[in-house]
C-alpha cells in the first residue's frame, strides 16, 4: 500500500487548497480513509475522515470549511480546505485503515505542508 498526498502549499488566510491523496495497493472505497495534521510540538489530529460507506467526520475545528471526499475511479481521496486560517498550519497526512488478518492496520502518506499566513 502506498499513499501519495500533494497539494500543500503557502497560502493566505481565507484562501483555499485541496490536498489529494493518491493510493495503491488498495482499494479506497474498501477501507475507511482520513486526514489527519500535526503542528510543530503538538500531536497527530484527526482532521476529517470517509469511511467505506461514505459517510463523513470533521474535526471541530475545520466543521464548514473542510470537505472530504472520493473519487474512485482515480483511487484518490481529496480535502477541500476553505477559509483557511493561520491555525491550520501544520503537516498533512493521509491515511488508510485496513483489516488484515483480524486487526487493523494503518498506513500512512509522506504528508504535505500546509501554511497559512496571516
Known amino acids: 500500500v502506498q499513499l501519495q498526498a500533494s497539494g500543500g502549499g503557502l497560502v493566505q488566510a481565507g484562501g483555499s487548497l485541496r490536498l489529494s491523496c493518491a493510493a495503491s495497493?488498495?482499494?479506497?472505497?474498501?477501507?475507511?480513509m482520513g486526514w489527519y495534521r500535526q503542528a510543530p510540538g503538538n500531536e497527530r489530529e484527526l482532521v476529517a475522515g470517509i469511511s467505506d460507506g461514505g459517510s463523513t467526520d470533521y474535526a471541530d475545528s475545520v466543521k464548514g470549511r473542510f470537505t472530504i471526499s472520493r473519487e474512485n475511479a482515480k483511487n484518490t481521496v481529496y480535502l477541500q480546505m476553505n477559509s483557511l486560517k493561520p491555525e491550520d498550519t501544520a503537516v498533512y497526512y493521509c491515511n488508510a485503515r485496513i483489516r488484515r488478518s483480524g486487526r487493523d492496520v494503518n498506513y500512512w502518506g509522506q504528508g504535505t505542508l500546509v501554511t497559512v499566513s496571516s
Open positions: 495497493g488498495m482499494i479506497i472505497s474498501f477501507s475507511p
